[in-house]
């Protein structure tokens, strides 16, 4: 019902910069909150940047001034601006939303399939 599709990973050298885009389409009513995980090898996925209610943002501690979350509420699309990328932020990154469909009374949290980011030299 509910399809959320990334783009954008990649390799980069420490430092620079990548683009990540999550499109969800479907039977969407609502979107109550769209955002990025991520989870490194070994690890737990934790969130890194979150749109709630189209308006409010939050980050990870981690990533704070370095990346920025954006939405085009027209495309249900959210992107993540990463900058000064360190070798820690390599993981996959997931994109999730909480939607409620059309044929649905509730929401319920939906996941990309996650794309691969590497910062390496």
């Known amino acids: 019902q509910v399809q959320l599709v990334e783009s954008g990973g990649g390799l980069v050298q420490p430092g620079g910069s990548l683009r990540l885009s999550c499109a969800a389409s479907?039977?969407?009513?609502?979107?109550?909150?769209m955002g990025w995980y991520r989870q490194a090898p070994g690890k737990e996925r934790d969130p890194v940047a979150t749109?709630?209610?189209?308006?409010?943002?939050r980050y990870a501690e981690s990533v704070k001034g370095r990346f920025t979350i954006s939405r085009d509420g027209a495309k249900n699309t959210v992107y993540l601006q990463m900058n000064s990328l360190k070798p820690e932020d390599t993981a996959v990154y997931y994109c999730?939303?909480?939607?409620?469909?059309?044929?649905?009374?509730?929401?319920?949290?939906?996941w990309g399939q996650g794309t691969q980011v590497t910062v390496s030299s």
């Open positions: 479907g039977s969407i009513f609502s979107i109550n909150a």
């Open positions: 999730n939303a909480n939607i409620r469909t059309l044929f649905s009374n509730g929401a319920s949290d939906y």
């Open positions: 749109f709630i209610g189209g308006k409010i943002t």
